[in-house]
């Protein structure tokens, strides 16, 4: 490497998190409303440019914070945008992290000193964003949807426990399927991502329901 070779200079990373929820069977992710240029009075996925003394989750997790107050929050790294002109002000890589949680445990800042407004959106219903975060959020979706079908990633959104009713309506969302209920259930048992908590509790009004948790190691395993 010349380091002295004008072609290695003017770039940065840019560390972006497409961080989901589900709110009543539908999926949402977080956006957004950037304040200053480009893409002033744009939406867009919360995130921002790397500092040069941090690890990419930890810049990505202190963007997080300082534009919507969300702090705690496990995310995974998926893919890397790298087309030339993503950025009108420099070279810019855009490295892509997913995270899920219960959007009723968290407290969104509405205002931070870069953003004016910051809310969640269902997924079909996504207002045109700045950058190239269209498609970082298309395949953030993509990611989401294998990573809920091999891993236990869904443990953050049930913290507390969920019920197989719950359950199975949030995979059916984030998935965009239907499941027949029994079948669901004797999948879900027999691959031992869960176990009984010994408690119970009702579902959209529903008799009371065994209430279930992620198990916190499990092998990544094809559930569907």
Do not use: C
């Not at 009543?24 to 950037?34: A, D, E, N």
């Not at 200053?36 to 930890?58: I, Q, R, S």
């Not at 968290?106 to 079909?124: C, G, M, Q, Y």
């Not at 998935?175 to 027999?190: C, M, P, T």
């Amino acid at each position: 490497m010349e380091v002295k070779n004008k072609l290695y200079k003017q770039q940065g990373i840019h560390v972006i998190t497409a961080l989901f929820t589900v709110e009543q069977g539908v999926t949402k992710v977080l956006l957004i409303k950037r304040k200053n240029k480009p893409f002033e009075g744009d939406w867009v996925l919360t995130g921002g440019a790397l500092y040069n003394n941090e690890d990419l989750e930890d810049g990505a997790l202190r963007e997080l914070k300082e534009k919507t107050g969300i702090t705690g929050v496990e995310i995974k790294q998926f893919k890397a945008f790298g087309k030339v002109h993503r950025s009108p002000v420099m070279r810019m890589v855009a490295i892509g992290f997913i995270g899920i949680i219960d959007s009723k445990r968290v407290n969104v800042l509405r205002e931070t000193k870069n953003t004016s407004n910051a809310d969640w959106f269902p997924i079909d219903k996504i207002p045109p964003l700045g950058y190239d975060h269209e498609e970082i959020l298309h395949d953030a979706l993509i990611e989401l949807q294998k990573q809920i079908v091999k891993s236990n990633i869904l443990k953050s959104l049930f913290p507390d426990g969920v019920t197989m009713p719950e359950l199975q309506k949030t995979y059916e969302a984030i998935l965009g399927k239907k499941f027949d209920r029994r079948n669901f259930r004797k999948k879900i048992l027999s691959l031992n991502l869960i176990e009984d908590t010994n408690k119970s509790d009702r579902f959209e009004g529903n008799k009371p329901a065994k209430v279930y948790e992620f198990k916190k190691k499990i092998e990544h395993k094809d559930i569907f």
